[in-house]
């Protein structure tokens, strides 16, 4: 499975992206997607994933302003970012996990990565 985030960019606080993340060589449809993010100087962290059939989850930091969805027809997974605050920049990566409707937070348990897309929020 390869994975292809996209969307990133600058953005002032308060403002909104949405980050796309195309998977390609097979279906992703079993797979549980994640976001997870990586600010300068710390360690990368859980941001949100969608589960194959049951609701998404998130971290309490985004919990009411990102939202995740998919569509496995489209073999892609989308992260809505509101209300954007300075401390949201980051390098977002997506990931997939072969844990179908499981809460998957950690690293370790995602299969599939992708290259990262650059959030910048300026305050």
């Known amino acids: 499975v390869q994975l292809q985030a996209s969307g990133g960019g600058l953005v002032e606080a308060g403002g909104s992206l949405r980050l796309s993340c195309a998977a390609s060589?097979?279906?992703?449809?079993?797979?549980?997607l994640g976001w997870f993010r990586q600010a300068p100087g710390k360690e990368r962290e859980f941001v949100g994933a969608?589960?194959?059939?049951?609701?998404?989850y998130y971290a309490d930091s985004v919990k009411g302003r990102f939202t995740i969805s998919r569509e496995n027809a489209k073999n892609t997974v989308w992260l809505q970012m509101n209300s954007l605050k300075f401390e949201d920049t980051a390098v977002y990566y997506c990931a997939a996990a072969a844990y179908g409707d499981a809460t998957v937070m950690s690293i370790p348990q995602y299969d599939y990565w992708g290259q990262g897309t650059q959030v910048t929020v300026s305050s």
């Open positions: 060589g097979r279906a992703v449809g079993s797979y549980t």
């Open positions: 969608a589960r194959r059939t049951s609701r998404p």
